[in-house]
């Protein structure tokens, strides 16, 4: 079953911050998040395995709630190249290496 | 070490023609995937496999066939092709378990 990401879209000024939901009414056992620039394959930035673990990198972090089935992307003082637009992807506990996509949220950052 | 390698990059096809899209890797991964993005939309699972000789459906699989012969190819085979199948093809790999996914540049085919 296909996660629910919001919003769908969100225009930043350079050095605001964002939150990006994903969410899946199906117990999970790993959320990945990857971003896409227009015309490119995806690329990844974080995989959180079940067990509530937050990970991050540099300004770009993440959550994971197994109680709630959401996952959260934290997009700290954003820059221009993190323009471009997110997915998550989520493999539930009943069809482990099914990795399933959400719809996306595009994500402009503005000078 | 060249990744994920998917050919060819450009393809038009005529309807009711059919093709082979191919994706091969060299990381040794046991996971290989095909997913389809049609314009402004996320990516749908056509059909992945969790080692050789292991294949199963993902969310869209009609009119897709695939097979893995090998740990390194993972083709997938347009039976009739449709203008509904026009779309960008990524195929993806990865370990088993921990693994993230490691996608090829793409495939753009235009069924006319």
């Known amino acids: 079953q296909q996660p629910v990401q919001s919003p769908q879209a969100v225009i930043l000024r350079e050095g605001e911050d964002a939150v990006i939901n994903c969410s899946s009414s199906k117990a999970l056992y790993s959320v990945h998040w990857y971003r896409q620039k227009h015309g490119e394959a995806p690329v990844f930035l974080m995989i959180l395995l079940k067990g509530g673990e937050q990970k991050g990198h540099e300004k770009i972090s993440a959550s994971f709630n197994e109680k709630k089935q959401q996952s959260s992307l934290y997009l700290t003082a954003s820059q221009l190249s993190y323009s471009g637009t997110y997915f998550c992807g989520t493999e539930q506990e009943d069809s482990s290496y099914k990795l399933i996509f959400g719809s996306g949220t595009r994500l402009l950052v503005r000078p | 070490n060249a990744g994920v390698t998917q050919t060819p990059k450009f393809q038009v096809l005529k309807t009711g023609q059919s093709m082979t899209l191919q994706c091969a890797q060299d990381m040794n991964h046991e996971y290989m995937s095909w997913y389809r993005q049609d314009p402004g939309m996320g990516l749908r699972l056509i059909h992945y496999?969790?080692?050789?000789?292991?294949?199963d459906q993902g969310e869209v699989p009609n009119g897709y066939n695939v097979s893995r012969s090998t740990t390194e190819d993972f083709p997938l085979r347009l039976l009739s092709a449709a203008p509904s199948q026009t779309s960008v093809y990524f195929c993806?790999?990865?370990?088993?378990?921990?693994?993230?996914?490691?996608f090829g540049q793409g495939t753009r085919l235009t069924v006319v």
């Open positions: 496999s969790v080692g050789a000789g292991i294949t």
């Open positions: 993806a790999s990865s370990y088993l378990g921990q693994g993230f996914a490691f």
